[in-house]
């Protein structure tokens, strides 16, 4: 007879609708991804605000506050996702979200450079939704449906991806970068405020013995291929964000000063997300029937690919077909990755493993734009995108060869 995974035990129980729980999750965080993203398309132009006034500095500066919340966030994670696993994931969710909408809403109140980097700083100790979202609906929907449940919670990402930055942009052009900021705070608020009102958990503390063996900090990196995992979160995100806070500089060489450069960076991004959302859900379903390591060896490839052909871009009309094939190529990838982690690893301990690859997500979120943005500030904004697309093919491909995929349950 066949076992059923805690999973499906949990989501089996009376009272525990895991699919009305799952897409009030998807709406969650397709709010909280928009809030975050506001920002995306100025903080370039923001920072010339604040009063960077050398241009070789303003990559350099856009750098440093990606990294240095990602870099602060990787040192919290784990144990955020250690306390989700003992005292449950629903908490932490609003934790994450809440936090954030305090913190974005002061982000347009700073009068310096210094303050909104000590900003920065306090987010990446406070949110992290993603993760937190991730582990939550891990623990709630029936193992067969892992795949499927990732993705959509993937495809929140990038849709908050594409209307945030968008959206953004055209706020930053007509009502300013500061009033933007407010708005950001609000719409995570709303996230946070369906959360606590409408997700159900059901959380039981495992037994002392159960909890004994996971509660352990290290203890994840004895199930195999988990090491290789936290690499590839680490590379991949390293490759990724190397690029990002670039690429609205890049963006504005190519752009008509006619037209705002704020808005059609945030076209660009909502391109690029909008082609990702498409993509992540009919991926993450693929990926439950052919495999999770042949769809994330394909679509590493055809991401670095697409980067590669971002540094060859002479017009915003190219950007436009390049961010369709890199949204389409990258779309896929963090579903597999985080349903590969949830077949890997017992429920029990999916806060803490989720906390992990968040933690190698964000020193690789942190160390890419730092060195991306010294990059560029050297040898321009073309170099950073051929660099990281050969990066990713000699570093990624490898590390998913070496795992060895092995389920539970």
């Known amino acids: 007879m066949k ?43 923001y920072i010339r605000e604040l009063g960077v006034t050398d241009e070789r500095l303003v990559p350099i500066w856009a750098g440093v506050l990606a990294a240095s919340s990602s870099l602060v966030m990787a040192f919290f994670s784990p144990l955020w996702g250690w306390l989700a696993d003992r005292y449950g994931r629903k908490i932490m969710v609003e934790r994450a979200m809440f936090g954030g909408a305090i913190i974005t809403f002061a982000m347009g109140l700073v009068g310096d450079i210094w303050q909104l980097l000590l900003l920065r700083l306090l987010s990446g100790a406070t949110t992290g939704t993603i993760a937190a979202s991730i582990a939550l609906v891990s623990s709630i929907v029936p193992q067969k449906k892992l795949g499927y449940s990732l993705g959509l919670m993937q495809v929140a990402v990038f849709l908050g991806m594409t209307l945030g930055p968008w959206i953004g942009g055209l706020l930053a052009d007509a009502i300013g970068f500061r009033h933007t900021f407010t708005v950001g705070g609000v719409i995570l608020l709303l996230g946070g405020a369906l959360v606590l009102f409408g997700a159900r958990e059901r959380f039981h503390l495992p037994a002392k013995e159960a909890l004994g063996k996971s509660d352990r900090f290290f203890s994840l990196l004895a199930y195999g291929g988990f090491p290789a995992m936290m690499a590839l979160f680490f590379f991949f995100n390293f490759s990724v964000h190397f690029v990002m806070p670039i690429l609205p500089l890049f963006i504005e060489t ?102 992990f690859t968040a933690a190698t997500t964000c020193l690789g979120m942190a160390a890419g734009p730092f ?35 092995r389920s539970h349950g």
């Open 3 to 45: 076992m059923s995974s805690p999973q499906d035990a949990s989501a089996q129980e009376k009272g525990q609708p895991w699919q009305l729980t799952l897409y009030i999750m998807f709406a969650a965080q397709l709010l909280s991804i928009i809030g975050f993203a506001f920002s995306l398309p100025f903080i370039p132009f």
């Open 371 to 405: 060195f991306g943005g010294i990059m560029a500030s050297y040898l321009g904004y073309r170099w950073p995108f051929v660099a990281v697309s050969v990066m990713m093919v000699l570093v990624a491909l490898p590390v998913i060869a070496s795992i060895r995929h």
């Open 254 to 355: 190519m752009c008509d000063p006619l037209r705002g450069v704020a808005s059609t960076t945030g076209m660009l991004f909502a391109i690029s997300g909008g082609a990702a959302a498409l993509a992540a859900g009919g991926i993450g379903y693929l990926s439950d029937r052919v495999g999770y390591k042949p769809i994330l060896a394909v679509n590493l490839i055809l991401t670095a690919v697409s980067l590669l052909l971002h540094g060859m871009a002479q017009s915003i009309t190219q950007l436009v077909l390049l961010r369709v094939l890199y949204g389409i190529a990258a779309g896929g990838i963090l579903p597999t990755m985080n349903a590969l982690v949830g077949r890997l690893i017992p429920p029990t301990s999916y806060g803490k493993a989720y906390g």
